[in-house]
């Protein structure tokens, strides 16, 4: 799969793929159909890593909000790794999909969700969606940032990452942190938002050369390296030869061990995901060496974003100064249509994107 991939929002639809990663043939006959709306269903628990035949493409009328609700036109879908995650049971088979969205309130019978209004919400993997207030968060208008910036490094991607690094890592200035899956979204804004605090040596990994040397000449990381091209423990002491601080784990398995024995006494560990083992039907070896959290005094801390929704108004203040001077910029990769938000989602687990994966309907504002 080929996908454009820069670091500002792109309209350029991605090449088709073949055939056996390619959206089902009912997404295209489903938007085509003349049907008003389309929501994407899963079929089938997938073992290990899943297809596009786990997913279909569902047509129905268009929802008529009731008395306190609104109608809202999606127009940008976020496509993440945890889904992978709730495909094993959290996610009921034959029902619409959940997911981080952007919309446009289209019909509304809620005042304060007004006509016209850009919102977020989490009912995605649809092209249209009923909420309540409770469900929508309005977006504020920040002339001079992108609409898809709300996904990415200002949405649920960016607050993982300010969370991380300063509530549970709670970085200080001058030290030194490694991130793996450091080229996916929330890798990516750890490394410009760690730049932004004042840290140290920033270290990365990632799964390509191209991948490496996006975040050595783009994103503001010191090293970085290709987990294929070696033990991880090897690769990081090499690229890290005096150790880190702080770990954000975005993986797991053979990358944590390593971590664990780069770290330095009393440094941090931040579990963000453990993508290593997605799509394994087997269990983990790695680590073997969890001795090391106590021999030296290590924390290791996870946490769930939706507990910080307090901290958005904060991100905002911290991160969109430097998004409109241009000291940090945006990593995406975006598919542009609907109909093919399933291929980007099996495009991003096997690592298809830099930055943020992100659906863009066809005509949807910038």
């Known amino acids: 799969m080929t996908i454009m991939t820069t670091t500002t929002t792109t309209n350029t639809p991605a090449p088709a793929l073949p ?18 709306a389309v929501t994407v269903h899963q079929t089938s628990r997938p073992h290990g890593f899943p297809s596009a035949s786990d997913f279909a493409f569902v047509t129905s009328p268009l929802p008529v909000p009731a008395p306190g609700t609104a109608l809202v036109e999606n127009l940008y879908w976020s496509v993440d790794p945890y889904h992978r995650e709730m495909m094993d049971g959290d996610f009921a088979l ?24 850009l919102v977020f919400h989490r ?34 991607t960016g607050l993982t990452a300010y969370v991380g690094l300063t509530r549970v890592a709670r970085l200080r200035a001058g030290e030194d942190l490694f991130v793996s899956a450091a080229a996916g979204g929330v890798g990516t804004a750890t490394g410009r938002f760690a730049r932004l605090l004042g840290a140290g040596r ?50 797991g398995g053979e990358q944590l061990e390593a971590a664990l024995d780069g770290l330095r006494d009393r440094g941090r560990v931040v579990r963000v995901g ?15 060496n969890l001795s090391e959290i106590v021999e030296k005094s290590l924390r290791v801390e996870g946490f769930l974003v939706r507990d ?9 203040a911290f ?33 298809e994107n830099v930055g943020k994966m992100i659906v863009r309907a066809a005509g949807a504002p910038e």
């Open 19 to 36: 055939a056996a990663s390619a959206a089902p043939a009912s997404a295209a006959a489903a938007l085509a159909s003349g049907a008003t």
């Open 94 to 117: 034959h029902a619409p999909l959940e997911g981080r969205t952007i919309g446009r309130v289209v019909a509304s019978r809620a005042p304060s969700l007004a006509e016209g209004a």
């Open 123 to 156: 009912q995605g993997w649809r092209t249209h969606a009923v909420v309540t207030p409770g469900e929508a968060r309005r977006l504020p208008r920040l002339d001079g940032v992108p609409l898809s910036a709300h996904l990415g490094v200002l949405g649920g």
């Open 202 to 251: 920033i270290v990365g990994s990632a799964g390509s050369a191209a991948k490496v040397a996006h975040l050595t000449e783009r994103v503001g990381y010191d090293a970085a390296f290709d987990y294929h091209d070696g033990p991880a423990s090897e690769l990081l002491a090499a690229a890290a030869p005096d150790g880190v601080d702080v770990y954000v784990d975005n993986v």
């Open 274 to 288: 453990t993508v290593a083992q997605y799509n394994s039907t087997r269990a983990l070896a790695a680590p073997r």
């Open 308 to 316: 910080y929704r307090d901290v958005q108004e904060e991100l905002y």
């Open 319 to 351: 991160a969109v100064p430097p998004l409109r001077d241009g000291r940090i910029g945006l990593d995406e990769t975006v598919v542009t249509g609907f109909e093919r938000i399933v291929e980007a989602f099996l495009g991003m687990l096997r690592g």
